[in-house]
T-cell receptor, first 114, second 109 residues
Framework: NAGVMQNPRHLVRRRGQEARLRCSPV?????VYWYRQLPEEGLKFMVY????????ESGMPKERFSAEFPKEGPSILRIQQVVRGDSAAYFC????????????FGQGTRLTVV | GQQLNQSPQSMFIQEGEDVSMNCTSS?????WLWYKQEPGEGPVLLIA?????ELTSNGRLTAQFGITRKDSFLNISASIPSDVGIYFC?????????FGKGTRLHILP
């Protein structure tokens, strides 16, 4: 996990609250991917971003979920009005160029909705 | 949608045994990847395969990219306790990495 930093590692939210997950990519990487992992499942693609652009959000629910990767600062995955079904591990990966398969993953944020 | 079928779902083996797991897909992928995930951690890339038919080794790990570009296998030789974890195959296409559901490797003492 060469330098991708995610925080917080664990996040507990009550139903209806907002969750904000942060991802700082490897220094110099301008491509960020977000994945969601349910227990006993593989990782499911959510969204692919470059600096200031969303390239592919085909895996992200249309409502309540949004993602950004500003020119400065970390990428943010935002979940509004969380529900119990949003409880999962959310992983971020970064790479230094488009189509680079050697993406490095962070340690994930484990979201629990109570 | 794109799906990867990974088997077996779990394995219980004795330390020192060799391990083999595989992954198939109905779709062609440009690149096959094998990751390992340990509890509470993110996936770590083990091997990347870029060409159909390619056979690549990384220490005790060997992986091959199938000729049809729709399958791959991973072998681990002489397993040791630290090999325990979940092994994911993944295919790369259209800027996405698509993951299988994983093979959970358990090593018996």
């Amino acid at each position: 996990n060469a330098g991708v930093m995610q925080n917080p590692r664990h996040l507990v939210r009550r139903r209806g609250q907002e969750a904000r997950l942060r991802c700082s990519p490897v220094k110099g990487h301008s491509h960020v991917y977000w994945y969601r992992q349910l227990p006993e499942e593989g990782l499911k693609f959510m969204v692919y971003l470059q600096k200031e652009n969303i390239i592919d959000e085909s895996g992200m629910p249309k409502e309540r979920f949004s993602a950004e990767f500003p020119k400065e600062g970390p990428s943010i995955l935002r979940i509004q009005q969380v529900v119990r079904g949003d409880s999962a591990a959310y992983f971020c990966a970064s790479s230094h160029r488009q189509g680079n398969t050697e993406a490095f993953f962070g340690q994930g944020t484990r979201l629990t909705v109570v | 949608g794109q799906q990867l079928n990974q088997s077996p779902q779990s394995m219980f083996i004795q330390e020192g045994e060799d391990v083999s797991m595989n992954c198939t897909s109905s779709s062609i992928f440009n690149t096959w990847l094998w990751y390992k995930q340990e509890p509470g951690e993110g996936p770590v890339l083990l091997i990347a395969l870029y060409k159909a038919g390619e056979l690549t080794s990384n220490g005790r790990l060997t992986a091959q990219f199938g000729i049809t570009r729709k399958d791959s296998f991973l072998n681990i030789s002489a397993s040791i306790p630290s090999d325990v974890g979940i092994y994911f195959c993944a295919g790369h296409r259209d800027d996405k990495i698509i993951f299988g559901k994983g093979t959970r490797l358990h090593i018996l003492p």
